[in-house]
């Protein structure tokens, strides 16, 4: 048997070797870098990505058991082989910032044999949303196909423009579409883009007009025939688009003398109200089953004021009269007319005044009635 002293040296010498050993597989996790800001970055950007550097500052193989994320929006990767002694790895985290605008920060926990628990990176930043996209309409139908609108206005055109705008489009049916226009006037380039729509397919149609084609000043508009037809169908479906335009005079060159003599237009109102229309019971006679109100307009300006058009664009409302030059300091009178049997139910409509004044070549009158 062995002594006392000598067991107790023994069992030491054990303990030493144990923890000796424990000392040279000690793995230290560690980073310079504990914290990565992104900055600022687009809602529409798509993922954002950082790559951390994990170093082993212990003495044995360090060892990444898994690493958990504060929030499903953060996924990290890491290096799965074991890291030596001195040496590095990487964890890499990816922020994804769709629907998630504002300040954001976010960790990670790496589980490891370098430290009791976990070790703990971040990341933080500010996400600007992106721009919201418009929810498109498509109240008008010419069959299966669907229009966001039937009409284009432009507000005014000078000259020497060319104004593109457009309509989009969806076919709603269950067949393909073909897209037909019919003949504009030359100052019109009207084009369908696709002119065959599948099902559920979107498209749009473009218009553009060249006043300097248009060889004239004053509202112009234009009836655009539009047919539809399903592919393997003989007859489609008729409609309108309708077009309509303000070509005025190009001001921008008037120096401030010419403003000062320019022509100035005054008109008597602005609402043009019949009230409630005579129905045929009526005992009040009617003209030629019309009724009629007038504007009056004014040049207090120190030139000629022309009057390149006075129109509605509602075919119920008519505009004659008038003159199409009015000198300074008189007045001419336009009449509006309408037939109490045309409109079944309310008149809104507007009368377009355009002129060569430049401080309003457009102005509008708005007329009403009811039954």
Not at 31 to 40: C, K, P, R, S, V
Not at 251 to 260: I, R
């Amino acid at each position: 048997m062995l002594n006392r002293n000598k067991l107790v040296f023994i069992l030491a010498g054990i303990l030493f070797a144990i923890s000796g050993i424990s000392a040279q597989n000690n793995a230290q996790i560690s980073a310079d870098e504990l914290i990565y800001n992104f900055g600022t970055i687009g809602e529409s950007d798509g993922l954002a990505s950082h790559i951390f550097k994990i170093k082993n500052t212990g003495n044995g193989p360090l060892v990444i058991t898994r690493i958990t994320a504060s929030c499903g929006c953060t996924q990290p990767e890491w290096t799965k082989e074991p890291i030596a002694p001195g040496k590095t790895g990487e964890v890499k985290v990816t922020y994804n910032p769709k629907g998630r605008p504002g300040p954001f920060y976010k960790t990670i926990a790496i589980y490891s044999n370098g430290k009791k628990g976990s070790f703990s990176l971040g990341i933080k930043g500010n996400v600007t949303p992106k721009e919201a996209q418009p929810i498109l309409i498509y109240p008008y139908g010419i069959g299966d196909l669907k229009l966001q609108t039937k009409n284009i206005l432009y507000s005014t055109v000078r000259p020497e423009e060319t104004l593109g705008e457009k309509i989009c489009i969806i076919n709603e049916g269950k067949t393909s579409l073909n897209v037909h226009l019919g003949k504009t006037p030359h100052y019109l380039n009207i084009v369908a883009n696709p002119a065959k729509l599948a099902p559920g397919e979107t498209g749009e149609i473009s218009i553009l007009i060249n006043a300097k084609e248009a060889k004239r000043k004053g509202r112009v508009t234009a009836e655009i025939p539009l047919t539809v037809e399903s592919v393997g169908q003989k007859k489609g479906t008729e409609s309108h688009l309708y077009v309509a335009a303000n070509i005025i005079d190009d001001f921008s060159k008037l120096t401030t003398s010419e403003k000062a003599k320019a022509p100035v237009a005054q008109l008597s109102g602005t609402l043009l109200d019949f009230g409630k229309l005579p129905d045929k019971s009526s005992f009040i006679p009617l003209v030629g089953g019309r009724v009629s109100g007038t504007i009056e307009i004014t040049n207090s300006g120190k030139s000629p004021l022309v009057i390149y058009s006075a129109s509605c664009d509602d075919e119920r409302v008519a505009v004659s009269g008038g003159k199409k030059e009015i000198k300074p300091g008189t007045t001419a009178t336009f009449k509006v007319t309408v037939r109490p049997k045309e409109i079944k139910t309310k008149l809104e409509a507007l009368v377009n005044i355009v002129c060569n004044d430049p401080n309003g070549p457009v102005r509008l009158v708005k007329v009403t009635a009811s039954k």
